[in-house]
């Protein structure tokens, strides 16, 4: 049995930013799904998310057209197609945001989070880098289906915080893998 898919999409400054930094791709045509958090704090954080989505939109559009399209990368052996597709389409955005930071200044050390999910005839394939989330709900339950790459979650792997000493971490905000912040990145797939 096939999945259905019903989808939508919007974004929100919220209340604490005077503007809006995320973008996000809502692509049914290919059962693609993407919101990219650009960092706040580091420069040009909405240019980064802009060129994920547009980067992930054309590398999957292009692909659903031909499907000898070509890879920005190797395939990797043991991975579905939908593993392979959004791991290079990460990595191929990773690339365009720091290649555009490293020829302008005016975008160096731009960067941002993205979760991406996939949806073919039977299953969804999820894939993000940062601390951007993917949810699930089944049957009235609420699942987190991503593990954030921030500071506080490897020290949370590292050693049981207490929920005094998790509320109070003063490092909440740093994240350790993003997309544009160095050549490459590593991206998890579920």
Same mark, same amino acid.
């Given at each position: 049995?096939?999945?259905?898919?019903?989808?939508?999409?919007?974004?929100?400054?919220?209340?604490?930013?005077?503007?809006?930094?995320?973008?996000?791709?809502? !692509?049914?045509?290919?059962?693609?799904? /993407? @919101? %990219?958090?650009?960092?706040?704090?580091?420069?040009?954080?909405?240019?980064?998310?802009?060129?994920?989505?547009?980067?992930?939109?054309?590398?999957?559009?292009?692909a659903g057209q031909d499907a000898d399209a070509?890879?920005?990368?190797?395939?990797?052996?043991?991975?579905?197609?939908a593993e392979n597709m959004l791991n290079a389409?990460?990595?191929?955005?990773?690339?365009?945001?720091?290649?555009?930071?490293?020829?302008?200044?005016? !975008?160096?050390?731009?960067?941002?989070? /993205? @979760? %991406?999910?996939?949806?073919?005839?039977?299953?969804?394939?999820m894939a993000h880098v940062g601390d951007s989330?993917?949810?699930?709900?089944?049957?009235?339950?609420?699942?987190?289906?991503?593990?954030?790459?921030?500071?506080?979650?490897?020290?949370?792997?590292?050693?049981?915080?207490?929920?005094?000493?998790?509320?109070?971490?003063?490092?909440?905000?740093?994240?350790?893998?993003?997309?544009?912040?160095?050549?490459?990145?590593?991206?998890?797939?579920?």
């Open positions: 049995m096939a999945i259905r898919v019903s989808s939508a999409g919007e974004t929100n400054v919220g209340r604490k930013r005077s503007h809006n930094e995320d973008n996000l791709l809502v !692509f049914p045509e290919r059962r693609l799904f /993407v @919101v %990219a958090d650009g960092m706040g704090g580091h420069a040009c954080g909405e240019v980064a998310s802009q060129i994920v989505v547009e980067t992930m939109r054309d590398y999957f559009d292009r070509t890879w920005p990368g190797r395939e990797e052996r043991g991975r579905t197609t389409g990460i990595r191929w955005c990773n690339y365009a945001i720091w290649e555009k930071g490293h020829a302008d200044s005016r !975008f160096k050390n731009m960067g941002t989070t /993205v @979760v %991406a999910i996939h949806f073919d005839d039977e299953y969804s394939t989330r993917c949810y699930r709900l089944r049957r009235g339950e609420l699942k987190q289906m991503t593990e954030d790459h921030s500071l506080l979650n490897d020290y949370k792997k590292m050693a049981v915080l207490t929920p005094e000493e998790e509320a109070n971490f003063p490092h909440k905000n740093i994240i350790v893998r993003a997309c544009g912040l160095k050549d490459n990145v590593v991206v998890d797939i579920d």
